[in-house]
């Protein structure tokens, strides 16, 4: 009988247990496989906002550095690679961005009509 309760409460601190799980809460090891799938739009928006922060500071650099004068001759054509890997930063997170649900009605609970 203690070696059951034993093995039992091993398996429960261990997750593999689901007997006490309720009904909503998806157990541990299922969510193990999903943890990448949970908020893919999150996490493609944080990706892109920070690739364009990057190369946007990066290409305002070089910017300052071409125009004072104390840049090289290359870092214009860096430049300019930096600004387009900015720009199709900036129009990629732009178009993935979802529609406002509210651009052309107010906020909710306003009644115009």
């Known amino acids: 009988m203690l070696e059951k309760?034993?093995?039992?409460?091993?398996r429960r601190v261990a997750g593999?247990?689901?007997?006490?799980?309720?009904?909503?809460?998806?157990?541990?090891s299922e969510m193990a496989?999903?943890?990448m799938h949970t908020r893919p739009a999150t996490i493609?928006?944080?990706?892109?906002?920070a690739d364009l922060t990057g190369f946007?500071?990066?290409?305002?650099?070089?910017?300052?550095?071409?125009?004072s004068g104390r840049?090289?001759?290359v870092a214009a054509v860096f430049g300019v690679v930096h600004l387009a890997f900015a720009?199709?930063?900036l129009l990629t997170w732009w178009r993935a961005r979802p529609a406002a649900t509210?651009?052309?009605?107010?906020?909710?609970g306003r009644d115009d009509g």
């Not at 309760?5 to 091993?10: A, C, K, P, V």
């Not at 493609?44 to 906002?49: A, G, M, N």
């Open 5 to 10: 309760t034993l093995r039992s409460e091993r």
């Open 16 to 28: 593999l247990d689901h007997s006490e799980s309720k009904p909503f809460e998806p157990a541990a």
């Open 33 to 35: 496989g999903r943890w």
């Open 44 to 49: 493609r928006d944080t990706v892109l906002l």
């Open 56 to 67: 946007g500071v990066v290409a305002l650099n070089d910017v300052w550095g071409v125009l």
């Open 71 to 73: 840049a090289r001759d």
């Open 87 to 89: 720009a199709a930063f």
């Open 102 to 108: 509210c651009a052309s009605t107010g906020p909710p």
